[in-house]
């Protein structure tokens, strides 16, 4: 399911103009990456630690259905109750049976992207609920109508401005607020009323415990506790690979997902849930229910995209991509952006849709270096890309120009000569500048930078010169 119109091409050249996203965008950047270099350089075994991440993800993945087996069996011994969905229909349907068995009228959510996978917020909507989302970032962006550009920084595309023009004109009879601390007390105590009169909660799942039938929440706002807490019934939505065996191997996640994700230690809250409120308890939920959702997933378990079923979403990868940080999330047309998005939003919803995405990565492998499971996004884009041209996508013109250059590659003579006449040809074009600001045939490139000029000599002629003259 496409969140977005137009193409990428075109959504990415929109986002070039755009001044507030770019304003938005430069803020954000070098936060994330300054803090995270800096939180990772102070835990000295953070190497062993993304080894020994991604080798429980390895392991449980090689079995995975045993390890849901075992959650589930958990989670039912603790008196909650765990449903399978095939897909997004089916996930929301669950989800829906569940809010009309509660008799709801009132949803508070804490963030899962989960959720925004499968479309929820607008099936709910339709069904005539109430729906609130309580992060802050998510709650910028519910209030714009507007889809996540960040997966754990959903209203990153925004400036201070634009939010305290979304505030004003939503929160009538409060007074303008300019600050960011304003805006944020202002957020929580519109908020704080809506927790108290919650009939559901609906969390994500950054991990699910198989050893103790419990859900992992971290958030930085308390939002996905209150939630969780403070309403009737609580669903948890995730995705089935979130499962890990024990609560030892979730001290390992915890322990590179906040430095991944925000630079930080850890975050404000890690909440571990387990089962509905029990006797004697002060508080939590009557009832609590875990939507698992396949969605594409074990399809994905079985083939050359598996290593991808480790990712954690600290959107690490898409803070240090160079082509998310100029054009944002949005461009990506889906609820997952930069390099796993890359990945995702085509094995989720068409390699025919969405074939621009792999093609947009220019293989620097920034994103895998700082991939706190170590997924190797650089090769899976690389397959991606192979699997779209074996299945024929690659677009005609792009077709004719490899075969033809292809043909030229195989006739030695015919390709020195070409080269050396389209090296004079660049060089007489760059002049005295070094560098060609205008190339037709090359628009694409040439309109946001210049081309600099050609060496004089080609590659084989310093070669031979180096090795002299063999
Ligand atoms: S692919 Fe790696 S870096 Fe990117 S969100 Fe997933 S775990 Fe984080």
Known sequence: MSTASGNFESRAALALKDASLQKALGNFKPLFV????????????FEALRDRA???????????????????????AAGGKVHFATDAAEAREIILGICRDANAKTICKGKSMVSEEIALNPALEAAGYKVVETDLGEYIIQLAQEPPSHIIAPAIHKTREQVADLFEAHHPGRPREESVAGLVNEARHVLREKFFRADVGITGGNFLIAETGSSVIVTNEGNGDLSQTLARVHIVTSGIERVLPTLDDLSVFLRILARSATGQDTECYTT??????????PDGPQEYH???VDNGRSKMLGGKFRDMLRCIRCG??????PVYSAIGGHAYGWVYPGPMGAILTPLFNGMAEHYDLPNA????????????????????????????????LMPARQRTLLAAWGWVARQPGLYHALERFGIRLLRARAGHAGHISAL?????????RDLPAPSGETFLEQWRKQRGGS
């Open 34 to 45: 300054a803090k995270r270099a800096s939180a990772v350089a102070e835990l000295a075994d």
């Open 54 to 76: 991604a080798q429980i993800k390895n392991a449980v993945l090689g079995e995975l259905d045993v390890w849901l087996e075992r959650y589930a069996a958990a989670v039912g």
């Open 272 to 281: 571990i849930s387990t089962g509905p409120r029990r006797t004697g308890d």
């Open 290 to 292: 875990v939507v698992l």
């Open 316 to 321: 690490a990868c898409m803070n240090h991509c």
């Open 361 to 392: 990565c220019t293989l620097n492998g920034r994103c895998q270096s700082v991939c706190p499971v170590k997924i190797p996004l650089t090769e899976l884009i690389r397959t991606l890309r192979s699997e779209q041209v074996k299945a024929g």
């Open 440 to 448: 037709p045939g090359a628009h694409a490139w040439t309109q946001s």
